[in-house]
């Protein structure tokens, strides 16, 4: 599966950002999804995932109440809504894509990734 994500910028402290991600070559309503975001000098890390049909979704805790992973498996999309950023939410952010059900929160699991976007806040 291909994967496409985009909707990175710049924000401020407090702002709210949509990332989305698009996928194509492979049955989208098959695939569990999630986001990932490295920052620079760290490890890459789960931010939020999704299973096939969108009825779970998990998230760490540093991001519970203000981020939100959501589908749409008619579009093969995926959504991450950030609301209340912070400047530690800087990073370039990845979609993933997996075989299985999911949802899963390590990269490990997660066989397809995006190219990545960047998000930069500013306090």
């Known amino acids: 599966v291909q994967l496409q994500a985009f909707g990175g910028g710049l924000a401020q402290a407090g702002d709210s950002l949509r990332l989305s991600c698009a996928a194509s070559g492979r049955t989208f309503d098959r695939t569990p999804m999630g986001w990932f975001r490295q920052a620079p000098g760290k490890e890459r890390e789960f931010v939020a995932a999704?299973?096939?049909?969108?009825?779970?979704?998990l998230y760490p805790d540093f991001v519970k109440g203000r981020f939100t992973i959501s589908r749409d498996n008619a579009k093969n999309t995926v959504a991450l809504q950030m609301n209340s950023l912070r400047p530690e939410d800087t990073a370039v952010y990845f979609c993933?894509?997996?075989?299985?059900?999911?949802?899963?929160?390590?990269?490990?699991?997660?066989?397809?990734w995006g190219q990545g976007t960047q998000v930069t806040v500013s306090s």
């Open positions: 999704i299973n096939q049909s969108g009825s779970r979704k």
């Open positions: 993933a894509g997996a075989v299985g059900t999911g949802p899963y929160t390590t990269s490990r699991m997660y066989d397809y």
